[in-house]
């Protein structure tokens, strides 16, 4: 089984700055899919941003578009996600994915496997 770990969830305030990271417990993390999720009380699950194999192709919701970035370092098995101009909005449970496929996947029924989420709480 895959392992997935995030970390880097926090309380900020709007405006804030936090980074996420996820490492992942593969062999040939190179060949993986990686995405990031997240889903708050009451909420549908929702894609937030996703990165191919290489990390050369991206994808962003349009509610972070210009706010968050996705990178991967593929020597360390991780992928983060720098989030920028945090909103009360942006406050949810951030779950890392992937799926051993070589473009970029938003769809979360199409990844394989999951973290167990680090929360993300943004005062107003």
């Known amino acids: 089984q895959v392992q997935l770990v995030e970390s880097g969830g926090a309380l900020v305030q709007a405006g804030g700055s936090l980074r996420l990271s996820c490492a992942a417990s593969?062999?040939?993390?190179?060949?993986?899919?990686m995405g990031w999720f997240r889903q708050a009380p009451g909420k549908e699950r929702q894609f937030v941003a996703a990165i191919n194999w290489s990390g050369r192709s991206t994808l962003y919701a349009d509610s972070v578009k210009g706010r968050f970035t996705i990178s991967r370092d593929n020597a360390k098995n991780t992928v983060y996600l720098q989030m920028n101009s945090l909103k009360p909005e942006d406050t949810a449970v951030y779950y890392c994915?992937?799926?051993?496929?070589?473009?970029?996947?938003?769809?979360?029924?199409?990844?394989?496997?999951w973290g167990q989420g680090t929360q993300v709480t943004v005062s107003s």
């Open positions: 593969v062999h040939t993390f190179r060949s993986y899919a």
């Open positions: 994915a992937a799926v051993r496929r070589f473009d970029v996947v938003v769809i979360p029924g199409e990844y394989s496997y």
